[in-house]
């Protein structure tokens, strides 16, 4: 069983859509993430949610809405993409209290390309 | 930039050698993580040093702290092919995570 899910795997689409990229975990984890990994590999956080509440909201445009409808799933919406979105976006899991730093687990990923 | 550096960049080495990684962050932590990511895969977790602690083994893998000099070393013995990846630490002050820009590691057969 996957542990940390994400859909899609793979996503190409034009400048100026909008688009979802779904993340499920099954470890019955409180805490969930988004990462940013970039061309030359830097991963930044980009959100934290304990519990289905948002405790890390870094500088990111906010063209990128995350919503978390059960701590089981943290999706992540971005409006009026840009060339300067593609990367790879990557969903996390931890467990423990939001004041804990328990080792996180990945997804796969998804790769996201701008045409 | 908040981002944390690893050096080297890149390390090539023969099967069987041990590899070294460097890992400098910046700010107070309450432990650091290092894990691994294989090409096209994500990031898996290795070991967790607290901030209290100064050293942590687990098999082949031996992580050192020093937070005086905000530094960190994983080093990886008798190393093996399967341990072509790339290596990033991780750097934790609660929810926060600083992940380092990663040491790319071939290990040649």
């Known amino acids: 069983d996957t542990a940390v899910s994400q859909t899609p795997k793979y996503l190409v689409t034009q400048m100026g859509n909008d688009k979802s990229i779904k993340c499920e975990q099954n470890?019955?984890?409180?805490?969930m993430y988004w990462y940013k990994q970039d061309s030359k590999k830097f991963l930044k956080i980009m959100f934290s949610?304990?519990?289905?509440?948002?405790?890390i909201n870094e500088t990111v445009p906010n063209r990128f809405s995350p919503k978390s409808p059960d701590k089981a799933h943290l999706n992540l919406h971005i409006n009026s993409l840009e060339l300067g979105d593609s990367a790879v976006y990557f969903c996390a899991s931890s467990g423990g209290d939001r004041h804990s730093n328990q080792p996180q687990h990945f997804g796969d990923g998804t790769r996201l390309s701008i045409l | 930039s908040q981002q944390g550096e690893e050096d080297p960049q890149a390390l090539s080495i023969q099967e069987g050698e041990n590899a070294t990684m460097n890992c400098s962050y910046k700010t107070s932590i309450n432990n650091l993580q290092w894990y691994r990511q294989n090409s096209g895969r994500g990031l898996v977790h290795l070991i967790l040093?607290?901030?209290?602690?100064r050293e942590k083994h687990s098999g082949r893998l031996r992580v050192t702290l020093d937070t005086s000099k905000k530094s960190s070393s994983l080093l990886i013995t008798a190393s093996r092919a399967a341990d072509t990846a790339s290596y990033f630490c991780a750097s934790m002050l609660y929810q926060k995570v600083t992940f380092g820009t990663g040491t790319k590691l071939q290990v040649i057969p």
């Open positions: 470890l019955g984890h409180d805490t």
């Open positions: 949610y304990n519990n289905k509440e948002l405790i």
């Open positions: 040093i607290r901030s209290n602690e």
